[in-house]
């Protein structure tokens, strides 16, 4: 048998003006109150580790062109093209095209991956003056450990070992 | 000498702000008294329905997100059940507790949102939103700890979890659980005895026992007309059987006893994750090898959660290959939006909005 409870059990009304002078004590607390808004452009908050955000970080070297990731994707917003590298006849990528206009930032293909070769990455400003700018290439998505910033959403082994990818909260 | 009015037809919305989001009402005055009121909408309709029949069952999950977008857990909860139900997936012990706590939290998130665009149609303009936005935006940032996004979360899996609770997670939930009945009770106090949300919200639109139940509408319009049926006790899912919690139910069936179930389902809320807390078990979170492009056997399954708006449906038919045959779902705003006719006729104008504001609608999930 379900306990309830009764809800609107208020029924006469106390004193004119008493229930507004209560709420106008709260109002009048948070005068009080320390601001929970940040002024974003100038300070922002902190991000946690596993945020994912739009610019991706792939590493060609644990990348074995298995397309899982495009598999994965629910808009089939990666696309690849791939071609057998003639010294050790090895799949190496050629083109590695994430489509962040139709990203959804899902993370199924992070997630996904078997080799631990794509990572989401930590941005969030993706504004742009033109569409293709939003299409990220092999050059604006390969690892490079000056610039890239992953994160840790994937919890795959990091890329460059002993290096947190974000700060912990 | 005799005045001759006539009735006219007007059209609220379909970008109007108190419609909460792409909807028309189209509706037939005579003066200022409503005589005939049809909901109009599908200017958000995405063919989600359609769109998850070219899935697999993974892909499907992120559909789910975009229905109901302010409790976007308990549509990943609902059809994360569905499938695993249909499949027969076992789910780790861990998983499901913490499947109770992100579906409470939501329900919180929710029900402050709702409260606040509520008092909001009353004319409070945006300074009660703003404190319920304060509240709900430190249960977005629990979840963006969870699973790294606010919003679209896309963190339950078919067998488990994407991902177990990080370590910061539970310090952070105990502050905010803490803290949270003192704010609940800052806000009964501001709002619950105003006088201007009496005049404004008792005894309008009521919705009667019958009618409600007629019109099998769920969630908080369902308990507010004084039906004690919450999914989470009358078809216990997960674990809830464990947990002890009230069901808040209304004795008038008006706009302010819907509000006030919600309020009270807050405190429930609080009180089911505070026990949740205490007995997580630890462990895995979720079932090794589940296939990323799963078949499920050919049949089909229903589960149903009790969401912030009401009962959330999925119902699922597979044929046997990767994809979903029919993906259907039974949103709860859709359905408790039909009320709304028989809510309004004979109410003002500014009542219509109040009543609209007390259903609670999110279009999309009405429009899909």
Known sequence: MPTLERVSTKETRIGAGLGILKGMLVTFKHLFRAPFTVPYPEKRLPLPRRFRGYEFVWSRERCTVCLTCAKACPHGVIRIQSRLAPPESQWQAEKFEIDIGLCIFCGLCVESCPYDAIFMGTQFELANYQRGGLVRGIEKIQYNPATSRASDYSEHPPLEPGRLLLPKQ | MELRTQPFMVNIGPQHPSTHGVFRLRVIFDGETIVDLEPVFGYLHRGLEKLGEGRTYTQCLTLTDRQDYLSAMNNNLAYVLAVEKLGGIPVPPQATQVRVLVSELQRIASHLFAIGAFINDLGAFFSPFMYMLREREKITDLFEMLCGQRLTHNFLRIGGLSHDLPPEFMPALRALIDSMPRFIDEYDQLLSDNEIIWARSKG????????????????????????????????????????????????????????????????????????????????????????????????????????????????????????????????????????????????????????????????????R
């Open chain 2, 204 to 367: 309008v639109g009521v919705l009667p026992r019958d009618l409600a139940i007629n019109a099998s509408a769920s969630g908080p319009v369902l308990r507010g007309s004084g039906v004690a049926w919450d999914l989470r006790q009358a078809d216990p899912y997960l674990n809830y059987p464990q947990f002890q919690f009230d069901i808040p139910i209304g004795a008038n069936g008006d706009a302010y006893d819907r509000f006030r179930v919600r309020l009270e389902e807050m405190r429930q809320s609080v009180r089911i994750i505070k026990q949740a807390m205490e007995s997580l078990p630890g462990g895995p979170v979720m079932t090794p090898d589940v296939n990323l492009a799963l078949r499920l056997p050919k049949g089909e399954a229903y589960a149903h959660v009790e969401s912030p708006r009401g009962e959330l449906g999925y119902y699922l038919v597979s044929d046997g290959s990767i994809n979903p045959y029919r993906f259907k779902v039974r949103a709860p705003s859709f359905i408790n939006l039909t009320t709304l006719r028989e809510l309004c006729l004979g109410w003002k104008l500014a009542d219509a909005i109040v009543i609209l504001g007390s259903i609670d609608i999110v279009l999309g999930e009405v429009d």
